[in-house]
């Protein structure tokens, strides 16, 4: 009598293998404990990656999914865990997060500037328009705004008494994501 080992690892994938910062990435897994009844994603590469993470286990599958959080373009390790121990992990590709552009990108004391941003996570609802380090905005005169899922904030400010220079301008997002942009002042 010829006995044969039948059991599977394991294994997990990824809806798509790379994604910008705010999309949704399906997870489907098999091969875990039939004995599972729940499971977990996480990332070994940075905890930040996986925003709104939800998982499912049952009969020795799983299936699920998360959104893309405000991390830096590279690649992270994605890790389904099932509550009896079993893991598996795939690698996910972050190809962009938030961006953010200025019109004009160059204007003098007074210029009315538009900011147009995108790649911000779909769970922003306000935002704000700032310059970290010195004060280029003109009191009262800035505006953001986000509509929900959309991830584009939009905006626009008044360019303060400051000396000619470069100025950075950061739009951040109501969940901590953000992007800068210079500003060259004439």
């Known amino acids: 009598m010829i006995f044969t080992n039948i059991e599977s690892s394991p294994v997990i994938r990824l809806s798509s293998g790379s994604a910008n910062v705010g999309l ?11 004995t599972d009844t ?15 993470g939800a998982c499912v286990a049952a009969g020795g599958s ?49 210029s009315h500037v538009l900011v147009i941003g995108s790649g911000f996570l ?8 700032s310059s970290p380090t010195h004060n280029v905005i003109l009191a009262g005169t800035v505006a953001c ?12 400010f008044t360019v303060g008494n400051i000396l000619p220079g470069q100025y950075v301008i950061q739009v951040t997002g109501n969940q901590g994501d953000s992007a800068q942009a210079l500003l060259n002042i004439e």
């Open 122 to 129: 779909p769970t922003d609802t306000t935002c704000t328009i």
């Open 145 to 156: 705004v986000i509509q929900a899922g959309s991830g584009t904030p939009q905006g626009s």
């Open 62 to 110: 799983l299936s699920g999914g998360f959104t893309v959080g405000n991390v830096s373009p590279g690649a992270y390790v994605i890790q389904a865990t099932g509550n009896g121990g079993d893991v598996a992990q795939a690698l996910l590709q972050v190809d962009g997060g938030a961006r953010v552009g200025l019109s004009p990108a160059t204007g003098q004391l007074g």
């Open 24 to 34: 949704t990435i399906g997870i489907s897994g098999s091969g875990f404990l039939p």
């Open 38 to 52: 729940s499971c977990s994603f996480s990332s070994p590469s940075n905890p930040s990656v996986i925003l709104s």
